[in-house]
């Protein structure tokens, strides 16, 4: 018995009146348990004046309707993989995530392929693509991102033969390996010399950031019911990035910290202050969290280069944390522990162990490997 192809259907449109314009129907038809029923959409008038924008609309439901044919697979769109990627792939994510992946759709892949066969959009195509674009090496490589995700979800949904390799894969991006901005060393005493500069409360700020080595972003989120003042110690439970809280960045970020009593002096003193808020250190202007980007270049930036430090950020802070553990002969395993870090290996490539420190451990060896006499004549 010979079976038949589905037939590929683009669904037929109407324009019907209504008693205060018109509408566009939509039909579509499907076997259901043997027998063919009619499916229907309707489209507003005053919203889509021509058949060419109904046609427009309803290019994702075409490609779904029609999946089981040969030519869907031929035809598709990549804007119906673009709007699996919003439906499917963005929700349930981070918010600041979500709005850097709006804004690269938006801006950069929709205009150039959403009206483009998914069988155009080749590794050779994207690399020349690049070429053209005038953007830094993490800008690309956030869109190369993107769009190796939007070729994923084509597999998933079967736009496209599931392979092995992604061909987003074979799109190479210069400069995004490398580290183009070095991480500025700040040593104790240096880091001393920082805060002595900063005034109350951006140095109990900075000081809270780099003693716990916190991410800014965990930072600006603290709030005084996550201090423990009898067990002398802190949690940290979530974050501020982009105007939103959510949680922290991974689930091993999530962590209870030790709190030294010098800090806890520091912030019991802060405490008594007199704010009312719920936050450690709440915004004058609005009451909630502060703009970690505004700290940032207001106040720490501008005092670090007054003081000759260098470019220093929070982030090079929190690696500043982990070179002065390493100096303290802090054990790997807890300073990934206090850093809370998913993977040691993380740990490791964080921070730089200060010169002095190298030299005390360089003389404990050399000193053992000259041979006695080796320099007499």
């Known amino acids: 018995m010979k079976l038949m192809n589905a037939r590929y259907q683009n669904g037929s449109i109407t324009r019907i009146p209504r008693s205060h314009g018109f509408a566009w129907r939509v039909r579509f038809s499907e076997r259901v348990g043997g027998k063919r029923v009619q499916k229907s959409m309707t489209f507003r008038g005053p919203e889509y004046r021509n058949e060419s924008d109904v046609r427009k609309a309803i290019e994702f439901a075409v490609i779904q309707q029609n999946r089981d044919t040969a030519r869907s697979k031929v035809d598709a769109a990549f804007s119906a993989i673009i709007d699996l990627y919003k439906t499917e792939h963005m929700p349930g994510r981070e918010h600041s995530t979500n709005e850097l992946s709006t804004y690269i759709l938006r801006k950069y892949i929709s205009p150039r392929f959403a009206d483009s066969p998914i069988r155009e959009v080749t590794p050779l195509a994207v690399t020349r693509w690049f070429s053209e674009l005038k953007l830094a090496p993490t800008t690309k490589a956030s869109i190369r991102s993107v769009l190796s995700q939007c070729f994923e979800l084509a597999a998933l949904h079967e736009f496209i033969p599931a392979i092995e390799r992604n061909p987003m894969s074979l799109v190479k991006l210069k400069g995004t390996t490398k580290r183009k901005k070095k991480i500025v060393q700040v040593t104790i005493k240096d880091f001393q010399k920082l805060i002595q500069a900063l005034p109350e409360p951006h140095n109990i700020m900075t000081l809270v950031a780099a003693d716990l080595g916190l991410r800014v972003s965990e930072m600006v989120a603290l709030q005084w019911s996550d201090i423990d003042w009898k067990s002398k110690q802190i949690t940290i439970q979530r974050k501020f990035t982009r105007g939103k809280l959510g949680l ?19 912030l019991d003193y802060w405490r008594s202050k007199g704010s009312d808020s719920e936050w450690l250190f709440p915004s004058s202007r609005t009451g909630g969290p502060r ?13 670090a280069e007054k003081l000759g430090l260098g470019n220093v950020g929070w982030h090079a802070l929190r690696h500043a944390s982990r070179s002065w553990l390493g100096g ?44 006695k006499g080796m320099l007499q004549k």
């Open 291 to 303: 703009s970690a980007s505004m700290l940032l270049q207001s106040h720490l930036k501008p005092a």
């Open 248 to 266: 922290t960045k991974t689930i091993a970020s999530e962590a209870c910290l030790p709190l030294d009593e010098g800090l806890l002096a520091v």
């Open 328 to 371: 303290a002969g802090v054990s790997a395993s807890t300073q990934k522990d206090l850093l809370r870090h998913s993977d040691i290996g993380m740990t490791m490539d964080y921070g730089h162990t200060p010169i002095a420190d190298m030299r005390r451990a360089h003389n404990k060896v050399a000193r053992q490997l000259v041979p």
